[in-house]
């Protein structure tokens, strides 16, 4: 398969390894694995090298475009974009191998996100991805979070495996995670006008999304796990949009 996998890291050294065994068997007779590292202070990069891949180590340049820098040193038709913490299923596997003889431009994945080690099938949170394309055919959209891949051409849908998302093993790191996001969400919530004080935004919306996602989208049927999940997200948005007001605060008296 003519398919260059690339994959940004930072201190990824429980997860790598993990994901680097998914794919060495879709480019062992004709592809290659890109890292783009941002300095790992762990064994991350001597994990990748091991496995045989191509290591750049960067400055972190945000999401959308650490990601499209390592897409720009891809040499193969197809490139495939995975996240550190992601896992190729060995059915799609097969399923992007004909994906890739079949010659199409893009093509959307099943995703299966885990939380504290279980699969959360409920609230919303099995979603699709966009990660397999033609190369110079996709990038990133240049936003602070959340990013995606526009294409020029027709996405199509694979939907035979998944992708496995081993995102949060632990409390404290989907935690972390959360205020990280929510800051850089803020950041697009100001950009989109997002500014004063909105109990609406702080509260009510909070509320609603826990609403939806645990009981309208059956969250409750993922146990614990899930409570959790819906629970944490809620309180994620409120704290973008608490953000979104403390950074409009600091911008109109700097």
Not at 5 to 28: A, C, K, Q, W, Y
Not at 128 to 137: A, D, M, V, Y
Request: a positive charge.
């Amino acid at each position: 398969m003519n398919l260059s996998v690339v994959i940004i890291t930072f201190n990824e050294e429980s997860n790598i390894g993990r994901t680097l065994d998914s794919v060495l068997p879709m480019v062992r007779d004709c592809g290659e694995i890109i890292v783009v590292d941002s300095g790992s202070t762990d064994r991350t990069v001597e994990i990748a090298r091991e496995a045989g891949a191509k290591i750049y180590v960067e400055q972190w340049k945000g999401f959308a475009a650490q990601k499209n820098s390592a897409i720009a040193k891809a040499s193969c038709e197809y490139v495939l974009s995975l996240d550190a913490d992601e896992v190729i299923e060995p059915e799609l596997a097969r399923a992007i191998e004909q994906a890739c003889a079949v010659g199409g431009d893009a093509y959307w994945m099943t995703r299966r996100n885990f939380f504290l080690g279980r699969e959360i099938r409920h609230g919303g949170f099995r979603e699709r991805k966009l990660r397999l394309f033609r190369r110079g055919k996709g990038s990133f959209k240049n936003v602070p979070v959340h990013e995606v891949v526009e294409v020029s051409g027709k996405a199509e849908v694979i939907r035979q495996g998944a992708i496995l998302h081993y995102a949060y093993p632990n409390l404290a790191g989907y935690l972390e995670h959360m205020n990280r996001y929510s800051s850089l969400g803020a950041e697009l919530a100001v950009g989109k006008g997002h500014r004063s004080f909105s109990v609406v935004n702080v509260v009510i919306r909070p509320i609603a999304t826990f609403i939806q996602k645990y009981f309208l989208k059956l969250g409750l049927l993922d146990g614990r796990e899930g409570l959790l999940l819906c629970l944490y997200h809620s309180v994620y948005v409120s704290w973008k949009y608490a953000k979104a007001w403390e950074l409009a605060r600091k911008q109109e008296s700097a």
